[in-house]
Every structure is written in structure tokens, then in C-alpha cells.
């Protein structure tokens, strides 16, 4: 059964992207790699000099868990406040998208998924991008 369960030979409602992703704990494994992708990279890192990881962590997964259709809700501040002051450049945020995306394939992540969660990184670069110096394209949502 793809996307959907049976019970008792009935067909319940589709299951949620967080759901077919594998849950809390895939969400989990797919932050670990993901900060662990941006500590990496020296072109990010400055924007993690003085964040409490686990607390970013925790925010992104229920970031994430959310965006997904997870239970539970986000209760971390806005995005805007929260990036608000950190010249997040267009080239940054494409590239933090663009280990996102790849991370969720790599977490056998579906094409559906993917294209999901890079139109979510689509429509919310306003409210975190504040220096625009690349194509808006975030990496991704092609195959």
C-alpha cells in the first residue's frame, strides 16, 4: 500500500508527508544530517556562532514535522523575528535549501515530499532572506 492504509478492508484517509517520511524519528535523523551538512560548510557557519544548537534543532524539527503534517505545532518565534538582522543571503538560503532537499532523498524521501517542501522554501525566502544576490530558485525541486 503506497500512500494510503487499509484497515479491515477499508481505506483510511492518505497518509501525511510526515507519515510516509517515517515519523519523529526520520524527522530527527534528516536535522542531525542537515546542521551537520551547514556546521560543515564554512560559508554558514557564521550564522550559528552564538545559537544554542539543540534548541535550533528542536525548532526546525517541529519546523519541519509541521510543514509536513506531523502532529504537534510550532511555538518558536516567527520566522521574520527569528532571522531578522542576519543578512541570510539568497545564495545562502538556496544552499541551506538545496541540503535540505538532498538530505529528505537521501531519507528516501518521494518526489512528492521534496517538491512540497521546496514550494514551502519557496514561499517563506521573504521572511528570512534580507540580501538578494542570486536567482530566486531554491535547489531542489527537480528531480
Not at 72 to 87: P, Q, T
Amino acid at each position: 500500500m503506497s500512500n494510503s492504509e487499509t484497515t479491515g478492508g477499508t481505506r483510511t484517509a492518505e497518509l501525511s508527508y510526515y507519515a510516509q517520511l517515517g515519523g519523529a524519528a526520520t524527522i530527527r535523523q534528516a536535522v542531525d544530517r542537515l546542521y551537520g551538512l551547514i556546521g560543515a560548510d564554512d560559508s554558514l557557519i557564521r550564522y550559528f556562532d552564538h545559537v544554542h544548537l539543540p534548541t535550533l534543532k528542536a525548532h526546525m524539527a517541529a519546523l519541519l514535522t509541521m510543514a509536513l503534517g506531523g502532529p504537534g505545532g510550532y511555538e518558536g518565534r516567527d520566522l521574520a523575528e527569528a532571522h531578522h538582522g542576519l543578512k541570510i543571503t539568497e545564495r545562502d538560503y538556496a544552499t541551506v535549501g538545496g541540503y535540505l532537499t538532498a538530505v529528505l532523498r537521501e531519507l528516501d524521501a518521494g518526489t512528492e515530499i521534496v517538491a512540497a517542501v521546496t514550494e514551502i522554501l519557496t514561499a517563506v525566502r521573504g521572511q528570512i532572506v534580507e540580501v538578494f544576490d542570486q536567482p530566486t530558485s531554491v535547489p531542489g525541486a527537480g528531480g
